[in-house]
């Protein structure tokens, strides 16, 4: 979660927020993220199975392939592609039990 939290995704120590009270909110939502993230990794992996590499470790973690696959959703939304409003519904849908 840590590497999450820096240089290998939300980039936390960019922000340079030193008020305790907004670092405090900042870090809960960053963590209600960093869950979401790792949730569309899991269905992902369910959907689309990666090969592990040579030394058994998968090519990307799950929180790396979520935050792309939310990336991508976003952009495509944000350029106004139709198939991207299904698929944004898709990983909405992790909140459901």
């Given at each position: 979660?840590?590497?999450?939290?820096?240089?290998?995704?939300?980039?936390?120590?960019?922000?340079?927020?030193?008020?305790?009270?907004?670092?405090?909110?900042?870090?809960?939502?960053?963590?209600?993220?960093?869950?979401?993230?790792?949730?569309?990794?899991?269905?992902?992996?369910?959907?689309?199975?990666?090969?592990p590499l040579k030394h058994g470790y998968a090519p990307?973690?799950?929180?790396?392939?979520?935050?792309?696959?939310?990336?991508?959703?976003?952009?495509?939304?944000?350029?106004?592609?139709?198939?991207?409003?299904?698929?944004?519904?898709?990983?909405?849908?992790?909140?459901?039990?």
């Amino acid at each position: 979660m840590h590497q999450a939290m820096k240089s290998r995704g939300f980039h936390l120590e960019e922000t340079n927020v030193t008020d305790l009270e907004r670092i405090s909110t900042l870090f809960g939502v960053l963590s209600l993220a960093f869950m979401w993230c790792c949730l569309i990794g899991e269905f992902e992996e369910q959907r689309e199975p990666t090969k592990p590499l040579k030394h058994g470790y998968a090519p990307k973690s799950l929180f790396r392939r979520g935050l792309d696959t939310l990336r991508k959703a976003i952009e495509n939304l944000a350029w106004g592609k139709k198939p991207a409003r299904t698929r944004f519904r898709y990983l909405l849908a992790t909140f459901v039990p």
